[in-house]
């Protein structure tokens, strides 16, 4: 590939997720081009086609790379199949951007991270919602250190029932823990933890869990999760999710020692000091749980792909957080296996490894 050419590459999983969040941002990137599409829904490759006339679609990731030669994979399918996907484009010196979560086991991970390391290959993970507007200022806010070190969070997501899906005969993955890995834990948690690496700068040290189901037709997978991470420089995160609510709702707060942030889906408020009134009252034009696709949030993962293509020396960060993610989710769901007690987790081996940035 030519420094003035684009970089080729194809969407592998065809659903909501790649057609209506992805496949509009790649339409106005210049400097990567989706030259396929990937999936083995012949309804879904001719739904990719209505959007991408003239772009060939393929029921495999081998048939797709015996015909083009590509520079990277989209990989938007179902979690239980993100590792078999990344392994074989990994395996085929493309570079990988994958949806959320990475992949469902630690062994996977690491024969990801070696495959990645061998090849040269950018392995990125799609953490989207740190690039949402009100979690970015958020993420400036802690930069700047507008309320000192952070010293508890709090984060709370609301839905009534999991996102849909384009499976055949009207199933949804999510519901189907060998697809999904996981209820709400694996779908929004892993959210959560990327946020409180962002927002802390570090990675917790013990964490409890339990996990529930509210509803009252239990799901095969929990609905409801109440995550607790402990610091060890005495930072405190809680996060509550659930399916089982009868709003959709955002919100948390942050406190540090000179102040705290207060969010609410589209509003944030920061007080300063002991102040009872906010000092700044920072709205913005959508709600943090309006939608599901988000195409503008995706735009900037992209360039954050772009950035761990081009720059070795950043290749790895979202590898990083991925791994902490991942980390989490597991010792969640030991957590509550275990009477929803504290477990301790691994000493990151360096600060990188925590996955955030410092703020």
């Given at each position: 590939m030519t420094a003035l050419s684009a970089m080729r590459g194809a969407m592998v999983g065809l659903g909501h997720v790649a057609l209506e969040g992805h496949l509009p941002a790649w339409k106005k990137r210049n400097d990567f081009t989706i030259s396929a599409g990937v999936d083995p829904s012949a309804e879904r490759r001719e739904a990719f086609q209505s959007l991408a006339p003239g772009i060939p679609a393929y029921a495999?990731?081998?048939?797709?790379?015996?015909?083009?030669e590509l520079d990277f994979a989209d990989v938007c399918a179902p979690p239980h199949a993100h590792f078999g996907i990344a392994e074989t484009a990994l395996r085929s010196n493309l570079h990988v951007l994958c949806e959320k979560p990475l992949v469902l086991k630690e062994e996977e991970l690491g024969v990801l991270e070696l495959l990645s390391r061998n090849a040269g290959s950018a392995i990125v993970s799609v953490h989207n919602w740190k690039f949402s507007p009100i979690c970015a200022k958020i993420s400036s806010l802690m930069r700047e250190k507008a309320i000192g070190p952070l010293a508890r969070l709090e984060w709370y997501v609301l839905r009534g029932g999991p996102?849909?899906?384009?499976?055949?005969?009207?199933?949804n993955w999510r519901l189907d823990p060998r697809l999904s890995g996981g209820g709400i834990l694996v779908d929004h948690g892993w959210h959560a933890f990327y946020l409180a690496l962002e927002w802390?700068?570090?990675?917790?040290a013990e964490l409890c869990a339990s996990l529930e189901n509210r509803l009252s037709e239990p799901l095969p997978v929990e609905d409801t999760a109440n995550v607790r991470l402990r610091f060890s420089g005495g930072g405190e995160a809680e996060i509550f999710l659930t399916w089982a609510s009868r709003l959709r709702k955002n919100?948390?707060?942050?406190?540090?020692?000179?102040?705290r942030i207060r969010m609410e889906d589209d509003v944030l408020r920061v007080f300063r000091g002991g102040g009872a009134e906010p000092?700044?009252?920072?709205?913005?034009?959508?709600?943090?749980?309006?939608?599901?696709?988000?195409p503008d949030w995706f735009g900037r993962v992209i360039s954050e792909f772009s950035g761990e293509i081009g720059d070795p020396a950043v290749r790895g960060r979202s590898l990083c957080a991925a791994r902490t993610c991942l980390e989490l989710v597991l010792a969640a769901k030991e957590s509550h296996r275990q009477g929803s007690r504290f477990?301790?987790?691994?000493?990151?081996?360096?600060?990188?490894?925590a996955g955030g940035s410092r703020p």
């Open positions: 495999t990731l081998e048939e797709c790379l015996s015909s083009h996102s849909v899906t384009t499976d055949q005969g009207g199933a802390f700068g570090a990675k917790p919100s948390g707060a942050l406190e540090g020692a000179l102040g000092e700044e009252v920072i709205r913005f034009d959508a709600a943090l749980s309006a939608g599901s696709h988000h477990l301790s987790l691994r000493a990151p081996a360096d600060r990188s490894a």
